[in-house]
């Protein structure tokens, strides 16, 4: 069964980072794109980060380039976002997700940025 | 980048009604749209992949349709399990982009 588990959520005060991890099983990394998105309390759903099977393309959201890095460590199972220069518009859950139809997601990770 | 509308954003329905939503993109994407159900407090679920494909366990009510510019997501027969968000998301090209949503309730 694939399963995809995410950690890392928090608290963080405006300007600091914070680092995501998405734990899968049920299939490897190379074998899959895999996809961050969040969703702000009430709101819809971002796209935010992506990474191809390979791991060579990598594609950003305008709100989030230069500030925020997706990758992974196939050894661990693993796929994080490293979340840098964080403001309030960061706020809310984040999922990650498998494959270009985003099946399954994660069960996601709560984000506040918040003084 | 593509913008997709989805409408409407919120519907009132009952149990055994049928819905129908829509979702336009504002440039021709194939069928590389998908159909995403939200329940309150949980992750999205894909429903309907490549326009029209029914993903694997989900209900036969559901349904897609469209290609290009024009898509529908139907509920043939709604159920009180069906109350949710629905969103719509295209994969055609980066930067990737969802419908606003469209809330169902009774």
């Known amino acids: 069964e694939v399963q995809l588990v995410e950690f890392g959520g928090g608290l963080v005060i405006p300007g600091g980072s914070l680092r995501l991890s998405c734990v899968v099983s049920g299939f490897t990394l190379p074998t899959s794109s895999m996809y961050w998105v969040r969703q702000a309390l009430g709101r819809g759903l971002e796209w935010v980060a992506s990474?191809?099977?390979?791991?060579?393309?990598?594609y950003y959201a305008d709100s989030v380039r230069g500030r925020f890095t997706i990758s992974r460590d196939i050894a661990k199972n693993s796929l994080y976002l490293q979340m840098n220069s964080l403001t309030d518009e960061d706020t809310g859950v984040y999922f990650c997700?498998?494959?270009?139809?985003?099946?399954?997601w994660g069960q996601g990770t709560q984000v506040t940025v918040s003084s | 980048a593509i913008q997709m509308t989805q409408s409407p954003s919120s519907l009132s329905a009952s149990v055994g009604d049928r819905v129908t939503i829509t979702c336009r993109a504002s440039q021709d994407i194939r069928n590389d749209l998908g159909w995403y159900q939200q329940k309150r407090g949980k992750a999205p679920e894909l429903l309907i992949y490549g326009a029209s494909g029914l993903q694997s366990g989900v209900p036969s009510r559901f349904s897609g349709s469209g290609s290009g510019t024009d898509f529908t997501l139907t509920i043939s027969s709604l159920q009180p399990e069906d109350f949710a968000t629905y969103y719509c998301?295209?994969?055609?090209?980066?930067?990737?982009?969802f419908g606003q949503g469209t809330k169902v309730e009774i």
């Open positions: 997700a498998k494959g270009d139809w985003l099946d399954p």
């Open positions: 998301l295209q994969n055609y090209n980066y930067p990737r982009t």
């Open positions: 990474i191809s099977s390979s791991g060579k393309y990598i």
